[in-house]
Nanobody, 121 residues
Framework: QVQLVESGGGLVQAGGSLRLSCVAS????????IGWYRQAPGKQRELVAQ???????IYADSVKGRFTISRDNAKNTVSLQMASLKPEDTAVYYC???????????????WGQGTQVTVSS
């Protein structure tokens, strides 16, 4: 069972920056796609960014040009650098790792516990 632990959330003013990190256990990190998702109160969980094992990235339109996802396979770590934050970025941010059977969007993928990001106006 892969364990994912997020860190780096907090309170920041609009226009500010935060860097989220997610450390994964296990030996399959380097061959799996990893994603950052977020869920705001009363809203559905949405994909923020994902990165494949080969380093290809996908971003939600709402964060393109502001957020950058990266991975360090040697450290089993994926990061999300967030800049020009907006109040609408406020949410709990989760990292997820696909499994052999389940893709990133599945509830049966491996998920972390989440880290709160709050952006004040």
């Amino acid at each position: 069972q892969v364990q994912l632990v997020e860190s780096g959330g907090g309170l920041v003013q609009a226009g500010g920056s935060l860097r989220l990190s997610c450390v994964a256990s296990g030996s399959t990190f380097s061959i799996r796609a990893i994603g950052w998702y977020r869920q705001a109160p009363g809203k559905q969980r949405e994909l923020v960014a994902q990165i494949t094992s080969g380093g290809s990235t996908i971003y939600a339109d709402s964060v393109k040009g502001r957020f950058t996802i990266s991975r360090d396979n040697a450290k089993n770590t994926v990061s999300l650098q967030m800049a020009s934050l907006k109040p609408e970025d406020t949410a709990v941010y989760y990292c997820a790792q696909e499994t052999e059977r389940y893709g990133l969007g599945s509830d049966r993928a491996s998920w972390g516990q989440g880290t709160q990001v709050t952006v004040s106006s």
